[in-house]
């Protein structure tokens, strides 16, 4: 059963990855053969309710969206503005995560989504309108909010508290 710790790692993976792609480090194939890995990982998890609520069931959902749309634009070198219009999408519903986590006084939840929702705006505006001023920005914010919902989400699983 995937937990909320195990999909923080993942994601966190998958965006320290796609940060260090678009600042330049990384290969677009290499990233998206990752993205693909962790994208079916948390697809497959969703699709045969291995996930343990339905809150944690769309939220994994929008992971794994983002994971096979990193997949699709790194492996088959698809363009990333259909990305970047889903970062305004998600960033939105993980505004809503932060409330529903914040409401149940889970500030692992409260943080993580808090540092997507930001870092997926931020891709929004960078790679919709698109406004590639903001391109390092962003990949830095990428790889830095990647790294912190990773740690959160070890953390979490080695038995902190949060």
Do not use: C
Not at 7 to 29: F, N, P
Not at 43 to 49: I, K, L, T
Not at 74 to 92: D, E, K, M, N, P
Request: proline share 2%; aromatic share 14%; charged share 5%.
């Amino acid at each position: 059963m995937l937990t909320l710790t195990v999909g923080t790692v993942l994601v966190g993976a998958i965006m320290v990855a796609h940060g260090w792609w678009q600042v330049g480090v990384a290969e677009g194939k290499t990233t998206g053969w990752l993205a693909a890995i962790v994208g079916s990982i948390l697809g497959v998890s969703v699709a045969f309710g291995t996930v343990k609520s339905p809150e944690l069931g769309l939220l994994f959902a929008l992971w794994a969206i983002y994971a096979f749309m990193v997949a699709g634009a790194g492996i088959q070198g698809h363009g990333t503005r259909a990305l970047g219009f889903y970062g305004g999408f998600s960033s939105v519903a993980y505004l809503i995560y932060v409330i529903f986590f914040a409401r149940d006084n889970d500030a692992m939840g409260t943080a993580v989504t808090g540092v997507l929702a930001g870092s997926f705006f931020l891709l929004f505006l960078y790679m919709a309108p698109p406004l590639r001023a903001l391109a390092r920005v962003v990949a830095w914010i990428f790889i830095i909010g990647g790294a912190a919902v990773s740690v959160i989400g070890f953390a979490e699983l080695l038995g902190a508290t949060f």
